[in-house]
């Protein structure tokens, strides 16, 4: 189960609402928080499965762009 939400319904600070991917809009933190835990729990599942299907082993995780990989995968359909 997924954490709550700290933010309840604090809105969107409106220097973040130009920060969204194109398409992407959200009126409260609550709801981005929910998003990015959606994105962050699938990148986890992708990269798990990678790993036990031996598809990434434990160098590739310390090769240089691997952790912008792996945060834009958490994030990358949210943020710009």
């Given at each position: 189960?997924?954490?709550?939400?700290?933010?309840?319904?604090?809105?969107?600070?409106?220097?973040?609402?130009?920060?969204?991917?194109?398409?992407?809009?959200?009126?409260?933190?609550?709801?981005?928080?929910?998003a990015?835990?959606?994105?962050?729990?699938?990148?986890?599942?992708?990269?798990?499965?990678?790993?036990?299907?031996?598809?990434?082993?434990?160098?590739?995780?310390?090769?240089?762009?691997?952790?912008?990989?792996?945060?834009?995968?958490?994030?990358?359909?949210?943020?710009q």
């Amino acid at each position: 189960m997924a954490a709550p939400s700290p933010y309840s319904g604090t809105p969107v600070n409106p220097d973040d609402l130009v920060a969204f991917v194109r398409g992407v809009s959200f009126a409260t933190m609550d709801e981005v928080f929910k998003a990015e835990t959606v994105a962050i729990a699938a990148a986890s599942e992708d990269l798990l499965l990678a790993i036990a299907n031996n598809e990434i082993g434990h160098a590739d995780l310390t090769r240089p762009g691997t952790l912008e990989d792996i945060h834009a995968a958490c994030f990358g359909s949210i943020w710009q």
